[in-house]
């Protein structure tokens, strides 16, 4: 394929489509729900204040907010959606008040046709708009002014130390006294209406909430749009045709695209000599092996948060280890580790490209290793200590816990880590520019190598777009910038280029097809992913627009994904032409397992969620995270612990590894990973689907629904997969310190 015309389609990609996302992120800006100066009822008395609001936000975020259930369907799975769960409580309530106003019985003891009639008054009474623009004041009725202090006195029970809600607090994971002072109790309760408000009050001129009529509560005519069943369609047709068109490039040019290279006798890189900053990797790599281990204890602990909610077997873990901050460190150190895995691989293939050493690369690379290690360590303490409470709201945006899934650090972390990210890209330009200046066929591969490198580095700095009180959908356009377009955006572009590298310096695929290929696939990838990051942000305060584009580019994300059996079958023909390359094995075995659980984590069950019909019922379920699981994990922890042997592999090539312990770690890691989804997360999430569908997602998320039997025992049955992933996990630390400990090398 000509590679001039896959340049021209690769800047082509990333003009319109970051144009397209830069231009409905200032319509976000512009149609985001306002928040209101001032609450008033029909007295005209000040119930709270947009200052109010803003606080509250902030003091949930330090309490881990979205780590404690989610708002706006984003967030954790234990507690309930605090939006859903505060809509139907504040429904029920004036329900059951024009119930005993009109036949002194509460609602639910009225005849269908008495309750529908209610019904439609509480609509009104909820749906319309009654926001002054001119004066930025909310009107309120003085009804509902009762059923926002109703509400709150049940929240400020169940966050404090109300007695006869300790079941309920166990059940949610909450410890008592989450809020330690009545103040900030108070100023969270205002937050969580005005969120709630935003979910279901029309926006101005049109028939649907802020929230595109999320979440799902019949009450409220909460119910879904046109628009969402339209898309949805829509989406399943470019899914089609996406599909037709890359199975009619691979009918036509596959071929002749996996010719593999004339494969040497010997390893071509047994000569190779390592240089000081390539031998500095391996302490990276040590990191990285205890980061996976940490992080799987502290998964292993959140899971069980889900059947003891403030303990660990009898021991009351959530006195100095709450849930949220489990869950925090859990998502925080799987992107530490697995992120820290590809820095190093990039550190240690930019030198061995080049075949120089640039001047102090070494101590660069050491000073970068200990940058991150006061990264990580001190951004956890910090969320302790936010969560703890420990910190005021200002201390805790800076140093604390910022409360938002998977940028959860504080700010100044979230500083410090993007200067180290720039160190990073500075020392991988400078053993990159020999190499980057000789014409010869590696040159293009190098150039994206290089783009990939500068997009990492760059495209972490959407996480510091949003203040300490920015609007909570602004943010969430930026913290999906980072999730979305940074983790699995330009880290996958990375990780292509980084194992084609790979290949080539190996002789096992040509420079050409493997520079074509590269560009090819990045221009399927982010043609659809780059647009696709919309599907994150269709019911958090978005215009109906991002709807549409979200609901189609996220469908053309999951088409490439569908052939990635080519993918492993291809690597597995690698792993088998020569004799010296069963060597590399078990790191082209972790790629082979990338390409699966990319089909089946990224593409199968990122898809059942995608369309907007069913992340309407499903966003916020157990359904999330079968996907989130499968394809951080999955794709990219396999993919980060496959670079991680390659590198290894290649820095000793003289001695031979033991197999037992790291097949033992690839078998048990992917079966136990299978079996945690197949056996409990997924069977919960399509159960709690049902329920979304039924009665609402207050319900699917309740503790009434979640602690029935049948539903705690197979919560339970997840400790099948989570205990065979935890003994992989253990023998690929076992096997990895070994190589140095000479445990894992046969004498």
């Known amino acids: 394929m000509n590679t001039r015309k896959l340049w021209i389609g690769f800047i082509l990609v990333m003009v319109i489509s970051f144009g397209i996302l ?13 928040i209101p100066e001032k609450v008033v009822n029909n007295s005209g008395k000040v119930l709270f204040t947009g200052q109010n609001i803003k606080d509250g936000q902030n003091i949930w975020q330090s309490i881990g907010g979205q780590e404690l259930g989610t708002v706006w369907g984003h967030g954790a799975y234990q507690a309930p959606d605090w939006t859903a769960d505060w809509l139907h409580r504040e429904a029920m309530y004036i329900l059951d008040r024009f119930a005993q106003s009109e036949f002194n019985l509460n609602y639910d003891d009225l005849t269908e046709e008495k309750q529908a009639m209610l019904e439609i008054r509480l609509q009104k009474e909820m749906r319309t708009n009654t926001y002054d623009k001119s004066t930025k004041t909310l009107h309120i009725s003085n009804l509902r002014a009762d059923a926002i202090e109703f509400v709150s006195s049940h929240y400020t029970a169940l966050f404090m130390d109300g ?3 300790a079941d309920l607090r166990e059940a949610y994971a909450i410890p008592a006294n989450s809020i330690k002072d009545a103040d900030r109790m108070d100023k969270m309760n205002t937050f969580f209406f005005w969120a709630t408000w935003s979910t279901v009050t029309e926006r101005p001129g049109q028939e649907i909430s802020y929230t595109n009529n999320w979440p799902p509560e019949k009450l409220v005519a909460n119910e879904p749009t046109g628009d969402l069943l339209l898309w949805t369609g829509f989406s399943v047709i470019v899914l089609l045709v996406g599909i037709g068109l890359l199975a009619w490039y691979y009918a036509t040019n596959r071929e002749e695209d996996d010719e593999i290279a004339n494969v040497p006798a010997v390893n071509p890189l047994s000569g ?6 390539m031998k500095a990797t391996l302490k990276y790599f040590w990191v990285v092996t205890a980061l996976i281990i940490v992080q799987i204890i502290m998964g292993v602990i959140t899971a069980h948060f889900g059947v003891e909610g403030n303990g660990f077997y009898g021991i009351p873990l959530a006195d100095f280890l709450p849930y949220s901050v489990s869950r925090t460190w859990h998502i925080q150190l799987a992107i530490f580790w697995i992120a820290t895995s590809w820095l190093a691989t990039g550190l240690f293939i930019a030198p061995a490209v080049s075949g120089k050493e640039p001047k102090f690369q070494k101590p660069g690379v050491d000073i970068l290793f200990g940058a991150l290690l006061v990264i990580v360590l001190g951004s956890l303490a910090g969320q302790w200590m936010g969560i703890m409470q420990k910190l005021g709201l200002a201390q805790n945006f800076w140093f604390g816990h910022q409360g938002y899934e998977y940028v959860d650090l504080g700010r100044f972390w979230q500083i410090f880590l993007f200067l180290g990210l720039f160190i990073w890209l500075f020392l991988m330009g400078r053993a990159l520019l020999p190499a980057l200046k ?5 040159r293009h591969l190098l150039l994206m190598f290089l783009i990939a490198s500068i997009a990492i580095a760059a495209f972490y700095g959407a996480g510091l777009m949003w203040g300490q009180q920015t609007h909570l959908a602004v943010a969430e356009y930026w913290r999906w910038w980072v999730v979305h377009l940074w983790v699995e955006g330009f880290f996958e572009v990375f990780a292509t280029v980084a194992i084609a590298f790979l290949f080539v310096r190996m002789q096992l695929i040509k420079s050409s097809i493997a520079t074509s290929s590269v560009l090819f696939s990045t221009i399927i990838f982010l043609s659809g992913g780059i647009l696709g990051t919309f599907h994150h942000l269709y019911f958090t305060g978005t215009p109906t627009a991002v709807l549409a584009l ?17 993918e492993a079958y291809h690597n597995l023909k690698l792993s088998r032409v020569s004799t010296w390359v069963n060597a590399y094995k078990w790191p082209i075995y972790f790629f082979i397992a990338v390409a699966f659980w990319n089909l089946l984590g990224a593409g199968i069950f990122g898809f059942l969620i995608n369309p907007p019909i069913a992340l309407y019922y499903m966003q916020g379920l157990n359904t999330t995270p079968v996907h989130g699981h499968t394809a951080m994990f999955g794709v990219y922890g396999m993919l980060g612990i496959g670079l991680m042997l390659f590198v290894l592999r290649d820095m000793d090539l003289k001695v031979d590894w033991k197999e037992r312990p790291i097949k033992i770690a ?17 069977p ?39 205990t065979i992933f935890a003994v992989g996990a253990l023998y690929l630390g076992y096997f990895i310190f070994g190589l140095k400990g000479g445990w894992s090398i046969k004498k």
């Not at 190779?272 to 900053?277: E, G, N, R």
């Not at 979304?692 to 099948?720: C, D, N």
């Open 438 to 442: 000789e014409r010869n066929e590696n």
């Open 22 to 34: 830069g231009y409905y992120g200032w319509e976000i800006y512009r149609e985001a729900p306002p």
């Open 163 to 165: 007695e006869a809600l």
């Open 272 to 277: 190779v000599k390592q240089t000081p900053s």
């Open 684 to 722: 919960v999430g399509l159960a709690q689907t049902v329920a979304s569908v039924k009665h609402g997602l207050w319900y699917a998320r309740s503790a009434e629904f979640l602690g029935t039997p049948t539903m705690q025992t197979i919560r339970w049955l997840r400790a099948i997969g989570d």
């Open 550 to 566: 979200g609901a189609t580019f996220s469908a053309l994300e999951v088409a490439p994904l569908v052939f990635m059996g080519f």
């Open 666 to 682: 690839f078998w048990s890691m992917n079966i136990g990973l299978l079996l945690m989804v197949l056996i409990s997360v997924l």
